[in-house]
Structure formats: C-alpha cells, structure tokens
C-alpha cells in the first residue's frame, strides 16, 4: 500500500500534538497546592527521562513504575509509562497491537489520575490532562484516526493554557505552544481560520520558534525535547537553517550514542545541505557504535543508517562505493518506508550502467507503491542519472504505518 501524506493531514497533527513535546514532566500526587515548575520529583523523572531518549525502553519503564510505587494516584507514573510504549511504537515495524494496547491503558491512567489531582493541584491537573490527551491525540494521529486526534488535540490545548497561566514558571510549556504556533502557521491558508476556532490561538511562525528556543534554553525537563523539535525545524525544506541543526543534532548524538534519531537527522541534515562526505561518515553503516543500540531499533537502524550512506555516495557520483551498500540491503530487515527508496537507488545505479528499459520498469513500480518517492522517481526517467534531482528521502518517523 502507498505511504501518503497530505499536507492537510500534517496540519491536524500539529494541532492535536501538544503533550509529550508541549509539557514538562513533573509528579506531585496527593500533594497540595504542587506546581509543574516546583514540583520535587522532577528530579526523580529525570532518570525516566534520559533512558527514554538513551532509548532504553525496559529500564525507561521499570523508572516510571518506580515513580508511580513511591507515588500512587499520581498522574507521572502511568504518564511515563504511556510514553514509553509510544517510543517503542516508533521504532516496531510493524507495530505490534500489544504496544498500542499498553499505550492506551497507561494514557487513559494518566488522564483519569489527572482528573482527581486537579482540584488540590490545579497546575499539576491542568498539566497532566494535557499531557495524557496530547500524546493520545499524536499516536491517533499516526494511526489515520484524525476525528479522535482532534478531539484529544483540542482537549490538551485546552489544559496546556490553563496551565500555563496557572504556572507562570512552567519554561517547558513554551514549546508545546512554540510548536502550535509554528506547526499551524503552515496550514493552508483557508485552514488557519479552523485552528483558530479549535484552540483560540492564532498561529504565528516566527513567534513559534521563538518559543521553542526559549524552551530548549531555558527549559529544563522539556529542554531536550525542545531542541529535538527545533533541530528538525531547522533541518526542514522551508527552513534550510543547516549549521544550527547541526549545532543542535552533534551533541544530542554524543549525549544520546543508543538513540538511531539524532544520528539519522544528523546524516540526512548533511545530505540537504550536499555534504556527501559528512553523511557518509556520520551514517558509518559497519561501526561498532551498532553494537549498542537496543534491539527494538539496532536492524532497521543498521538498514536505513546503510540505506544512507549508499543515497549520499550515489548522488555524490560514487556509484561504484554505493553499490555494496545496497547489495548489503537485500537479505537484512528493512523499514516498510523505504523499500520504495531503495529500489529507487537501484534504478540509479541500472540506469548508470545504461539499462535504460529495467530501470524504467523499477521507477514505474515505485511511482506505483510510494507517494513519497513518486515525483523524484518521475523527474529521473525525464532526467537520467546521473543528472536528475538530488532528492533524499524523507526523514519519517514512525518506522512503518501505524495499525488503527
């Protein structure tokens, strides 16, 4: 089946994605009076916090469920746990129903303890509610179920201002309302009046990185996911602001060395901005680095760290180096969303060696499989290589298609 994004589809999932990038973590429990910003045990969910980006699932896990004994009826345990299992989402391919199961239950944990913490804390209620039905609203999302996205998007909009304004120091909701504005300033422009309707907020770019940035400075639970955020912004077609992603994406790699995201941003950054040689190194798709990666992620990152390492060595004219890259791709696990790529290169490298009528027929089939890869497969049998585009793959996370 094709792999299809519409612009409008994007835009709804900026709208209902506020929650796990838009908010601090923080617990307080039966508490009274507890805000986000001052809350305690932000020092104990900093260790949840940097196994989750360290990708280290079972020991991310086992901290939140830690967090929740020591603190029972608090929103913070099964909010963590939720986000774990969402991780996990990311990187399955497929996606196993169980992992989506669990991410439901923990979510609906979330929000139902929330709810009952509101009232002595309305901060931490406020907060929590947003986060719940934040990163519900981003996984129904990914799943193509996008009325219940909007309908938890508008919710954690909702709670996401109320917090803020219940907490002036809450730094870490700036980029939750940094992404709205940014996100929804790139709707269509008959869809703007919509967002405004939704979430009584009018989207404004430039203001939208501002906010960010003072996240990613200023904040401090949310800080790295704040500059995740804004390293793929600045890595983005509209933005093309390359040196500061890569200011921002070398040292969350060195910070985060089991983490197969900042290292694959990093190597498609350079491939954007043409530096062939710099993707090639950093892709680096026989390093021992591999070795450590969880095995959630080690085979399909091995497969798509390969997968660039050959695109930057074929655009780069070293069609000779990039083939056994891509015939070291043919008997491993491959993510489902760049089968369509990979046989794409190997039109690249047939029409090199001047198969004219097979590479024809591979670039057919792609533009017949992958939305994605369907205009540069296009513009390559009117522009043969190696002239043609020097378009990269997109960047796509989720791994593979999210089940509903």
């Known amino acids: 089946m094709a792999n299809r994004s519409f612009p409008w589809e994007r835009g709804v999932a900026a709208l209902t994605l506020l929650a796990l990038l838009g908010m601090p973590a923080s617990a307080g429990g039966p508490v009274r009076g ?7 045990v932000n020092k104990e969910l900093a260790e949840v916090i940097e196994l989750f980006y360290d990708i280290q699932p079972e020991g991310a896990l086992a901290a939140a469920q830690a967090v929740e004994r020591r603190h029972p009826g608090h929103p913070a345990g099964p909010f963590y746990q939720a986000v774990v299992h969402y991780e996990r989402s990311l990187f399955e391919d497929p996606v196993r129903p169980a992992t989506l199961a669990a991410f439901d239950r923990e979510a609906g944990r979330c929000i139902s303890a929330a709810e009952a913490v509101r009232s002595s804390s309305p901060a931490l ?21 996008m009325a219940d996205a909007l309908s938890d998007g ?4 909702r ?35 919509f967002a405004f309707l939704l979430t009584g907020l009018w989207p404004d770019r430039k203001k939208g990185i501002e906010q960010i940035q003072r996240a990613a400075e200023n904040g401090t639970l949310a800080r790295v996911e704040s500059r995740t955020v804004l390293a793929s912004i600045y890595s983005s077609e509209r933005e093309k602001r390359w040196d500061e992603a890569e200011g921002l994406l070398a040292p969350l790699m060195e910070r985060y060395p089991r983490n197969p995201y900042f290292r ?3 190597v498609y950054t350079a491939e954007k901005d043409g530096r062939w040689d710099d993707a090639v190194r950093w892709a680096d798709p026989d390093g021992r680095w591999l070795d450590a990666l969880a095995r959630e992620v080690r085979d399909k990152t ?12 074929i655009l780069s ?48 089939h ?8 369907r205009k540069t497969a296009e513009r390559f049998i009117k522009e043969p290589y190696p002239k043609g585009p020097k378009t990269v793959a997109p960047l796509r996370w989720p791994l593979s298609e999210v089940p509903r």
């Open 34 to 40: 507890v805000s986000p910003s001052a809350d305690p």
């Open 125 to 145: 209620g406020y907060y929590y509610l947003g986060a719940g039905h934040g990163v519900r609203a981003r996984v129904r999302a990914h799943q193509g179920r």
């Open 154 to 157: 508008k919710k954690a909009m």
């Open 159 to 193: 709670h996401l201002r109320a917090a803020a304004e219940a907490d002036p120091g809450l730094e870490d909701a700036y980029l939750g309302l940094g992404m709205y504005n940014y996100f929804a300033s790139r709707l269509p422009a008959a869809v703007k009046p």
């Open 264 to 266: 694959l941003r990093r």
């Open 302 to 313: 091995a497969a798509s760290v390969r997968y660039r390492a050959a695109e930057a060595l």
């Open 317 to 364: 004219g070293r069609q000779e180096d990039a083939r056994p890259q891509l015939e070291k791709l043919k008997d491993v696990s491959r993510p489902a969303r760049l089968l369509a790529w990979i046989e794409l290169r190997r039109a690249n490298l047939l029409q090199a060696d001047g198969r004219k009528d097979e590479a024809g027929d591979l670039y057919r």
């Open 366 to 373: 792609v533009m017949a499989v992958d939305e994605t890869a």
